[in-house]
C-alpha cells in the first residue's frame, strides 16, 4: 500500500463466534486449531475494497506471531455501502492465546484500516 493511511471508522468489524476444533489438522509444536468466524461490515457510504490483513496471535507462553498478507481468505471483496462480508479461517497455537488485528483497504480512493477486535483462544480444560 502507497501514501497516507488513516483508521475508517464506516468499516465496522465482529468476531461472530471462535470454536476449537481438534479434529483439524495442526502441527505438533502448536496442536491446538480454532476456527473463527469474521462478519465486515460497511456502515460507511461508499464502497469500501479488502485488500489486506494482518493478525497479532500473541500466546500465553510469550510467543508472538504475525501474519499478514493480501485480501481476505484469497479474496478482495468490494463492501457495498450497508453490506456486509462474513468468512471463517483459522489459527493454531501451543496454548492459550489473544488474538488481535487490523483489515487494510481502500475507499473513496482512500487507503483505510480498520481494526479487529481482540479475542480469546482458550483452550479447553477437557483437553
Request: hydrophobic share 40%.
Amino acid at each position: 500500500m502507497v501514501g497516507n493511511i488513516r483508521e475508517f471508522d464506516g468499516v465496522r468489524v465482529h468476531v461472530d463466534d471462535v470454536v476449537y476444533m481438534p479434529g483439524l489438522d495442526a502441527p505438533a509444536e502448536k496442536p491446538h486449531p480454532f476456527v473463527y468466524f469474521i462478519s465486515i461490515h460497511n456502515d460507511s457510504p461508499v464502497p469500501v475494497t479488502i485488500r489486506g490483513r494482518k493478525w497479532v496471535v500473541r500466546e500465553n507462553g510469550g510467543e508472538v506471531t504475525v501474519v499478514e498478507g493480501d485480501g481476505v481468505v484469497g479474496q478482495t471483496p468490494v463492501i457495498d455501502p450497508g453490506g456486509h462480508f462474513s468468512y471463517n479461517s483459522y489459527h493454531v497455537v501451543a496454548g492459550d492465546a489473544e488474538v488481535e488485528g487490523a483489515f487494510f483497504g481502500e475507499a473513496a480512493g482512500e487507503w483505510i484500516y480498520t481494526r479487529i477486535p481482540t479475542f480469546r483462544l482458550q483452550v479447553p480444560e477437557w483437553v
